[in-house]
Nanobody, 127 residues
Framework: QIVESGGGLVQPGGSLKLSCTTT????????IGWFRQAPGQELEGISC????????VYLDSVKGRFATSRDIAQNMVYLDIHNLKPEDTATYFC??????????????????????WGQGTQVAVSS
């Protein structure tokens, strides 16, 4: 089971910490990805954290503002988001890939690599 939480309504410039519980998917075996989908837009890949806890941010528009991490003891993955902008408004999802053993996240983030998804948590950025 994959459950995201931590979304909400924030003002521009604000911060949020999104959480993802990954029951049944041990983080020392699986990398975890974060995605988002804005209303009427396609799904965007944001970041990945590998089995070695190395985080990779793929989306250029969020580099320097978003970071991913994990707590293996809690089996939780996090997405820290700072300096939020209205264009960050979206539903944020975490997802688990079909294959295990991502010591490093792939060089390109592909939605098709991920087969297990949460329901998402909504982030709205507005003044």
């Amino acid at each position: 089971q994959i459950v995201e939480s931590g979304g909400g309504l924030v003002q521009p410039g604000g911060s949020l910490k999104l959480s993802c519980t990954t029951t049944g998917f041990r983080l020392n075996y699986y990398g975890i990805g974060w995605f988002r989908q804005a209303p009427g837009q396609e799904l965007e890949g944001i970041s990945c954290v590998s089995t070695r806890a190395e985080g990779t941010v793929y989306l250029d528009s969020v580099k320097g503002r978003f970071a991913t991490s994990r707590d293996i003891a809690q089996n939780m993955v996090y997405l820290d988001i700072h300096n939020l902008k209205p264009e960050d408004t979206a539903t944020y999802f975490c997802a688990v890939p079909a294959t295990t053993g991502w010591a490093l996240c792939p060089p390109v983030m592909k939605t098709s690599d991920y087969t297990s998804w949460g329901q998402g948590t909504q982030v709205a950025v507005s003044s």
